[in-house]
């Protein structure tokens, strides 16, 4: 038997949308910092503006792949039509706004 | 005639003028559409062609003549009137130098001496900074500035062809013009 | 003779490594990054337990809220880059003007040192008391030339150090934590409200913008790049500034969202104007102003979603801001952002052709902002749009829009005020009218192949000085021209005698009916290109006789007249095509005649 996430219809798939649209822009963010052609610039600045991008086009690449995910999660449930334990809904009302951090969860 | 008639009337005559001129011109267009296509073509290819030997030409004696080194360019492809009556075509490359050491005047001085041993017609505007050199259907424009020495080489005066070739060669990507250096 | 010690000529100035449009490219990529990074932490930070307002001790278990904060860290970092970024170019660029000066002063020096060394060369001994004097006030001029030069060097040497440090101070994830906790980090929501109620009055919205400090225009431009690209009096360069992040971030984030899902139709014309921007945009990057290696194209206007799915985008070649002459384009019917073609074509030509002339600075761009009838297929729909060319109402709304437009223009400039131009080419003459007509401020009104005007005269109009390029054959400019006094669909013919514009000289045309809309498009050629240039650069253009009763052919004529020789030409041509069919038939016959008798057994 299923466990159940009491939250107001539309919200779950309204997430799912939301987290896919985060993933959309933060792929979108990283792949310019990541595909920025430097020109016109000394060797030194080159070398720190290198080292910087380095670092926040792989934070944003992380960040981007979390949204992925947590958009998954959302398509997961609709394809399976329910939750199957406890940890699995409370991992799914984390990603709800926080409104609805204490949404009951029922059953098993 | 009242004034609403007369409105009336215009507005009809209006879409009816809309109407026939889009089918003539559809007609006048593809009236032995294949053949003319082919003979615009080759225009536009002798064009580029035109243009190319400008930039492998004069322009490269123009450059080392300045002393100012490639920093980038772009290939421009467009039509020559509006989207619902392209006319013909015009090419222009627009390639962009490091400032030259001989400074404006010199750098235009020295671009004119290049353009006039070439062979090309040379104009000095009314802008010092300004030299333009023709060559049949060919101009190159030289701008110096304290920043930057411009070029563009293209053709000013619309190349006439059908309206699908302007549209074919309007629709082609921008392109970033290749230029190795001599010492490459 | 006595020796006359010259002093050695002072030495080029270092190499520039970093140059201000190297800067401004990168910043333009970090912004248009950090645009969609912010969209996506806003809407991420609004509904974590940050922004609730009871009991939030358990939102360390929140995965939205540890997402939230952990976006904000990047965020903050990347607004730090920005701001560093822009502050490292306007060092650049102040660094570049000072070294095209003392580059001056030392080839002016080193000039007169050459001077000094042929009158020495020439010199008796006599002289040589005169020439060393010369000598030593050359000397003192290189003294102090070589202090400015080595001055420079360190201001330039200091700009790059302090920018290299600015990104280091950044460029770890616990630095970037810091950065995000920084009290004096600016809230871009708090900035926008002390703009109150003043958006809509550029003067107010210009000295708004005076006042910020630029970590405060930077937060903005970041955080509302639509609202900051598209106020009227925001000086250009920042609106170019956020529309060019508008536009970076619409085509990343849409071509993200392309791959893994269908976009939706408002999406994909977001996604079309975008890119045909961008792409223009690109086509220009390796434009500067040879003066002052500034950017050439500068984006003022970029409103994807506007008009039906259209979009609105204006944009110029030069600065308006700092131009001596600015001329503002309005095309027309079948104009859109997704094709820009020839549009940017006929900008480009006269911005090159004003350029020439060398009365000054120019800036020439087009406004594209308006609703201009437009067909991408026949749909009932887009036949309707397209049949709005025959009423003005999209001419007299947008007219009010581009005045607004225009007020801003003339907020944002700088030093004396530029010489004003509004160009309105077909329906976008009618708009230019009704902006004029509204009290657009300009100086010059040019309106081609207009089919109307609001007013019967010029004086009714504007106070502005009304030009009209009018070919005799296009048609579209004789949809007004019923006669004196009486209006077209879209109003009275401006070339009109007794509307009392300044008629100018422009090609007439072709008589065949099929080249009738090349007449309508051809005003960028020729003679009408050389008179708009000289209206453009503040000449009088050349003048024609406007029409009088009798003197033209109406529109019924023209059409009548022109289908009458192409008709002529095309039985012409067909009946060189039959006789052809005849000859080949007969040739042909005789030839299978022959063969068949050789054949014959």
Request: negative net charge; hydrophobic residues 40%; contains cysteine.
């Amino acid at each position: 038997m299923g466990v159940t996430l009491d939250v107001p219809p539309g919200v779950l798939a309204q997430a799912g949308k939301a987290w896919d649209d985060a993933h959309d822009k933060l792929t979108g963010a990283g792949t310019r910092l990541g595909n920025i052609e430097l020109a016109n610039l000394s060797t030194t600045v080159e070398s720190a503006v290198t080292t910087f991008l380095e670092v926040w086009s792989g934070e944003t690449a992380v960040l981007s792949r979390q949204a992925s995910s947590h958009s998954a999660a959302f398509a997961d449930l609709d394809a399976d039509l329910g939750l199957t334990d406890v940890a699995e809904a409370e991992r799914l009302r984390s990603l709800l706004p926080f409104a609805f951090h204490d949404a009951p969860i029922e059953g098993e | 005639m009242s004034r609403r008639d007369r409105l009336t009337c215009a507005l009809g005559l209006t879409l009816v003028l809309v109407a026939l001129t889009v089918a003539l011109v559809a007609c006048g267009d593809t009236s032995d559409g294949g053949r003319r296509d082919m003979d615009d073509d080759a225009k536009v290819t002798a064009l580029e062609d035109d243009v190319s030997s400008a930039r492998d030409g004069v322009v490269r004696a123009v450059a080392a003549a300045l002393g100012s080194d490639f920093v980038g360019g772009k290939r421009r492809h467009r039509w020559c009137g509006e989207s619902y009556a392209p006319r013909g075509v015009r090419l222009d490359e627009h390639l962009r130098f490091a400032p030259s050491p001989l400074g404006v005047q010199g750098a235009t001085d020295a671009a004119a001496r290049v353009l006039e041993e070439q062979g090309w017609t040379v104009e000095r505007p009314g802008n010092p900074a300004v030299v333009v050199g023709t060559r049949g259907a060919v101009e190159v424009r030289v701008e110096a500035g304290p920043a930057a020495v411009q070029l563009d080489l293209g053709n000013p005066d619309c190349l006439e062809t059908s309206d699908d070739v302007a549209r074919a060669f309007a629709d082609r990507d921008i392109a970033d013009v290749a230029w190795e250096s001599p010492s490459s | 003779m006595s020796t006359v010690v010259v002093p050695v000529d002072v030495p080029a100035l270092p190499v520039m490594g970093s140059l201000p449009d190297g800067a401004v490219g990168l910043e333009n990529d970090l912004r248009a990054a950090l645009v969609n990074a912010k969209d996506v932490q806003a809407w991420a930070e609004a509904i974590s337990a940050d922004a609730f307002t009871g009991d939030a001790s358990d939102a360390s278990g929140h995965a939205l809220t540890r997402f939230s904060r952990r976006l904000d860290v990047t965020e903050a970092a990347l607004e730090r880059a920005v701001l560093a970024t822009s502050h490292f170019e306007d060092r650049l660029a102040r660094l570049f003007s000072q070294s095209l000066t003392l580059d001056g002063d030392r080839t002016s020096l080193n000039g007169d040192l050459a001077n000094l060394r042929a009158d020495v060369a020439a010199a008796s001994e006599a002289d040589t008391a005169e020439l060393q004097a010369r000598a030593d006030r050359l000397e003192a001029r290189s003294t102090r030339l070589r202090d400015d030069i080595a001055a420079w060097s360190t201001r330039y040497a200091d700009a790059e150090a302090e920018f290299v440090a600015a990104l280091a101070a950044v460029d770890t994830v616990e630095e970037g934590r810091v950065a995000a906790a920084d009290p004096g980090r600016v809230d871009p929501a708090v900035v926008v409200r002390t703009l109150g109620s003043d958006a809509d009055d550029p003067a107010a919205v210009r000295r708004w913008w005076d006042r910020l400090s630029e970590a405060e225009r930077q937060a903005v431009i970041a955080e509302l790049p639509a609202l900051v690209g598209n106020l009227a009096g925001v000086p250009v360069r920042y609106r170019d500034a956020a529309n060019r992040a508008a536009v970076g971030s619409d085509v990343d984030g849409l071509t993200a969202q392309q791959a893994d899902e269908p976009l939706t139709e408002q999406e994909r014309d977001r996604l079309a104007n975008a890119s045909a921007v961008a792409d223009v945009l690109d086509d220009y990057s390796q434009d500067v102003d040879p003066v002052t290696g500034e950017l050439l194209a500068h984006l003022t206007q970029y409103q994807p979603d506007e008009h039906s799915g259209d979009g609105g985008v204006a944009l110029f070649l030069g600065d308006p801001d700092v131009a001596d002459h600015v001329s503002v384009y309005v095309p027309g019917t079948l104009s859109e952002t997704g094709t820009l073609d020839g549009t940017i074509g006929n900008v480009d030509a006269l911005h090159d052709a004003a350029g020439r002339s060398g009365d000054g600075t120019v800036a020439v761009g087009f406004w594209l902002d308006y609703d201009a009838p437009s067909i991408d297929g026949f749909s009932p729909g887009e036949i309707a749009d397209l049949a709005r060319v025959v009423t003005p109402g999209e001419a007299a709304a947008g007219g009010r829009d581009l005045a607004d437009y225009l007020d801003g223009l003339r907020a944002s400039d700088e030093g004396a005020p530029a010489h004003l131009s509004l160009i309105g080419h077909s329906y976008g003459a009618t708009t230019s009218a009704y902006a004029a007509h509204d009290g657009a401020p300009v100086d010059d009104l040019v309106l081609l192949g207009s089919p109307g005007s609001p007013t019967s005269t010029a004086a009714g109009l504007t106070s502005a000085d009304v030009h009209v390029g009018s070919a005799d054959f296009d048609p579209i400019t004789l949809l007004g021209a019923s006669g004196p006094g009486l209006p077209g669909p879209l109003g009275y013919d401006p070339a009109q005698d007794s509307f009392g514009g300044q008629r100018f000289e422009v090609d007439p045309g072709s008589y065949r009916v099929q080249d009738l809309f090349h007449n309508h498009s051809s005003y960028f050629d020729d003679a009408s290109l050389s008179n708009i240039t000289d209206i453009v650069t503040g000449h009088d253009p050349d003048p024609v006789d406007g029409r009088h009763p009798g003197s033209y052919q109406t529109l019924d004529q023209l059409l009548v007249g022109s289908s009458a020789v192409s008709g002529g030409e095309w039985l012409w041509e067909r009946g060189e095509d039959v006789v052809d069919g005849v000859v080949g038939s007969v040739v042909g016959g005789v030839r299978g005649l022959a063969e068949g008798l050789v054949r014959f057994p």
